[in-house]
């Protein structure tokens, strides 16, 4: 009979298409060729990607004596390496060093395509958390391109406090109406508080045990919308040369977002670096140039008229300190990577923001537990 | 309980081994006591409440066939639509209903405190109650006797595939087939479990997968969508309830169809409808064909139909007059009014009234149309028309159905776009694929089902690829879109 039959053969393909070497999906933005790596220092955190493990970290800066406090807030830039070997160090960390040799403090949290949205979410979220005097926003075009605030970013609308202060801009007024979009990344929301929630997790969860099929599942779903991204690159002969055009619409969100958060952290006395990303040019970029010049110059404006400090640092990793990523359609060939660097370029990243930092007063040290 | 769960999965072969199983008498308390569990695992307190409408209208039923003179038997019919016509209204409209007095005050200018009121709907009750009303009225309109053994009828009522979001179904339909089981047939078995396989790929693969992009389209804010946007925003919403709901009237009919119950199908690929009357006939068949005999063919003074198939179009056809144009409109308020009590509803019933009196009006133009221009032109038409409608829908205000269409509506917003370029692709491919299965379903597979083994392999193949994906995207992520209503 047909429906048993393929029930059979359902059962085959799965482990036989997915089956395969795991993806570690929290990584999707970061393909073969490019490490997260995320920086420890006593065993504590200084350096996280997940708002629950913001909590360790924050704990533990909360422990260090620091006359200044400085969060880093940023995209996958601030956590990859291209060709990375052990032992090398991130921009968060070779920051952190020469921070702490001055009594300040840093504290990074970077997340894959993080847009400018989410970024004003987490950094009220923060700063009911951390107080902090400086904050480092690095600017990144791509991300322009995103919209909403992802189901990673769940708690911060369960959060108290964060909701009071997100309740102030119309943004955050905004956020708050459409945080149904942030819920729901629980596979069980549609039985929620039913009868049904509990047996639904035993018998999952039983099965999760049981069978290998079932224990697939994640994984399975994961590399199977990787696999159509790959198919649309393909169809569509994406790479990562490809000019990615604005859209309005998000974008306009997207500085909206930028100066409510601008303005927010302005109001509670924090002074704000922003800087527009470093950005491979050996090659043309991926963008219009022109909608990229836009970019730049709405970005020093955001700065300007919240009394920010504004810094253009798309030159600053020269290239041959860029590496190479994985095939946009799955293929075996590298691509360039225009979005992460080598370890050398986090180092010239870092050093470029210390002087910054100096240059504008940002770490004068007066000691405060 | 709902269908897109490990749950519902084991449930299910518990009720289809007992049912096939069981001797009559068992086998209907099964149905009864089964569905009374598949309610409770959502909410256990009201399962009363369906049990007290079930009741009612089994008790008004017998009172009307014991009464010959006109005067109990309408006392009784009343008795019975007043008892699930309150319950629906306390539970669905009371909020809606006190929040617009409080609106219409403070017009006049009355500061009236504020009121909260926070009810919860119990699941199913508009389905529900809808069958129960057809049960009584049919009764009293004499076209059926009424069930004097009172689990049958419950079951019939309560029938856990169809309890919560349909099919909408008829006495007579059911309760014969709950009554004497047919025997055990292996075409039943196959014929359901495609069903169920094809009904939770639509669910838990396509519509779940477009609810996150849809909910993300319908959250950003109007002005930062354009106008190919809101034409893609409404085309993917329009995908994604059609996939939602059919997908759970194949579970159901597959379900039922496990017992060797056959339910009526409640969609037949309305995307491909040629005209509003036809969209009708193709799209929740059971509640037009229901709101066909009840409200609007009695609304117009015409015959009525006793059948939940054929939908509202061919009958709303025979009567005629002005009558009929304001029989429509009260008709479509009412229909949209039940699928939730917000004024966004009743706008997009009203907009399928207007569109359904324009197709009328353009009769004698449209025939002197070429056939060609009439099919393919009508489709079009109709299509954009049916997918515009649902922004009303899906929106959370009138001023915001009102924001999206004003995009529509500026000529500056076709050059401004606010959606990445897949969702623009994921929406053609949507169309495309629902296009190629309607012309497939009706030319290709009537061809390569008379060679049996191509045939074998093909739908093998393909069950093999849905229900793969079945078993990957099987989670109860999220409720069925109906279950609100």
New interface residues.
């Given amino acids: 009979m047909p429906p048993v039959a393929a029930f059979a053969l359902a059962c085959l393909l799965i482990p036989l298409l997915f089956g395969g070497k795991a993806i570690e999906f929290r990584d999707a933005a970061l393909p073969e060729g490019t490490s997260s790596v995320f920086a420890s220092v006593d065993g504590i955190p200084i350096h996280v990607q997940m708002l629950d493990e913001a909590e360790q970290g924050i704990a533990g800066a909360m422990q260090r004596i620091a006359g200044k406090r400085i969060l880093w807030l940023g995209n996958s830039q601030l956590h990859a390496v291209n060709q990375y070997v052990e032992g090398q160090e991130t921009a968060a960390l070779v920051l952190h060093h020469r921070l702490r040799a001055q009594d300040a403090d840093l504290f990074t949290f970077s997340y894959p395509n993080i847009n400018l949205q989410e970024c004003y979410a987490v950094f009220e979220y923060l700063r009911t958390r951390l107080p902090m005097d400086v904050l480092i926003l690095p600017v990144v075009y791509d991300d322009t391109r995103e919209d909403g605030v992802g189901g990673d970013f769940a708690a911060i609308f369960a959060d108290g406090p964060t909701v009071s202060h997100l309740e102030r801009t119309r943004m955050g007024r905004a956020m708050l109406v459409n945080r149904v979009n942030s819920e729901g990344m629980d596979a069980f929301a549609g039985i929620r508080r039913t009868t049904q929630e509990r047996v639904e997790k035993h018998l999952d969860s039983w099965l999760a045990h049981h069978s290998r099929i079932w224990e697939l599942r994640p994984q399975a779903r994961g590399k199977l919308f990787l696999y159509l991204h790959y198919l649309r690159n393909f169809v569509f002969r994406i790479t990562a040369q490809t000019k990615r055009p604005m859209i309005p619409g998000r974008y306009a969100l997207n500085m909206e977002a930028l100066h409510a958060c601008l303005s927010v952290a302005a109001e509670a006395k924090i002074k704000t670096l922003v800087y527009i990303v470093p950005l491979r040019r050996d090659v043309a970029i991926p963008y219009v140039q022109s909608e990229y010049d836009a970019f730049k110059k709405d970005i020093a404006n955001a700065a300007q008229n919240h009394g920010a400090i504004f810094a253009d640092m798309e030159d600053v990793v020269p290239a041959e300190f860029w590496g190479q990523k994985e095939s946009t359609t799955g293929g075996k060939n590298m691509e360039l990577d225009f979005m992460h660097f080598k370890a050398e370029g986090h180092r010239l990243l870092a050093e470029q923001l210390w002087d910054i930092l100096q240059r504008e007063n940002l770490v004068e040290t007066t000691l405060t537990q | 309980?709902?269908f897109?769960?490990?749950?519902y999965l084991?449930f299910l072969c518990v009720a289809v081994v007992l049912y096939r199983t069981l001797g009559r008498r068992m086998r209907l308390w099964m149905v009864f006591l089964s569905s009374c569990v598949f309610y409770?695992?959502?909410?256990?307190e009201f399962l009363p409440i369906v049990l007290f409408s079930t009741a009612t209208d089994y008790i008004a039923a017998l009172q009307i066939a014991r009464h010959a003179n006109r005067r109990p038997r309408v006392v009784w019919l009343c008795t019975s639509l007043a008892v699930n016509l309150g319950l629906l209204f306390y539970f669905k409209y009371t909020a809606f209903f006190v929040e617009n007095v409080w609106s219409g005050l403070a017009l006049l200018g009355i500061d009236a405190p504020p009121f909260i009121l926070k009810i919860t709907l119990p699941l199913g009750i508009s389905f529900y109650t809808f069958q129960t009303i057809s049960y009584t009225v049919d009764v009293y309109r004499r076209i059926i006797p009424p069930e004097k053994d009172f689990v049958l009828y419950a079951g019939y009522v309560m029938f856990f595939p169809q309890l919560v979001a349909g099919p909408i179904l008829r006495a007579k339909e059911v309760i014969g087939q709950l009554s004497r089981r047919g025997p055990f047939e292996?075409t039943d078995?196959?014929a359901g479990?495609?069903r169920i396989?094809y009904g939770l790929f639509l669910k838990v693969f396509l519509a779940d997968t477009l609810?996150?992009i849809v909910?993300?389209g319908f959250?950003?804010?109007a002005?930062?969508?354009?106008a190919w946007?809101v034409w893609t925003l409404a085309f993917l919403f329009g995908f994604q309830i059609y996939f939602d709901f059919s997908a759970y009237s194949h579970i159901a009919i597959g379900s039922a169809r496990l017992m060797g119950i056959r339910l009526i199908e409640n969609f037949n690929f309305p995307y491909m409808a040629c005209s509003p009357r036809e969209f009708w006939q193709r799209w929740h068949i059971s509640l037009s064909s229901w709101i066909r005999d009840y409200l609007y063919l009695p609304l117009c003074g015409a015959t009525v139909e006793d059948r939940s198939a054929g939908g509202l179009g061919k009958a709303a056809g025979t009567a005629k007059g002005v009558r009929t144009t304001y029989a429509l409109f009260a008709t479509w308020a009412i229909m949209g009014l039940w699928h939730g009590a917000n004024w966004t509803f009743v706008l997009w019933g009203l907009q399928h009234a207007a569109i359904i009196v324009v197709y009328r009006a353009g009769a004698p133009v449209r025939e002197r149309l070429p056939q060609v221009v009439r099919v393919y032109g009508g489709w079009a038409v109709t299509l954009g028309f049916a997918m515009l409608a649902w922004i009303a829908f899906r929106t959370q205000s009138v001023s915001d159905a009102g924001a999206l269409y004003g995009r529509l509506l500026d000529p500056q917003a076709y050059l401004?776009?606010?959606?990445?370029e897949?969702t623009y692709?994921l929406t053609a491919l949507m169309l495309g694929a629902t296009v190629l299965c309607a012309v497939a379903q009706q030319y290709a597979l009537p061809v390569i089902r008379r060679r049996r083994f191509l045939w074998?392999t093909v739908?093998?193949?393909?069950?093999?690829?849905i229900?793969?994906?079945v078993?990957?995207?099987l989670?109860?992520?999220?409720?069925f879109i109906y279950f609100q209503f």
Avoid: C, H, Y
């Avoid at chain 2, 002005?223 to 354009?226: I, K, M, N, P, V």
């Avoid at chain 2, 401004?416 to 990445?420: I, Q, S, T």
């Fill in positions: 309980m709902i897109n769960s490990l749950t084991v409770g695992f959502w909410r256990w292996l078995l196959g479990l495609r396989v609810a996150g909910d993300n959250g950003m804010p002005a930062s969508l354009g946007d401004w776009r606010g959606l990445k897949q692709l074998a739908e093998t193949a393909g069950l093999a690829a229900t793969a994906l078993i990957i995207f989670r109860p992520i999220n409720q």
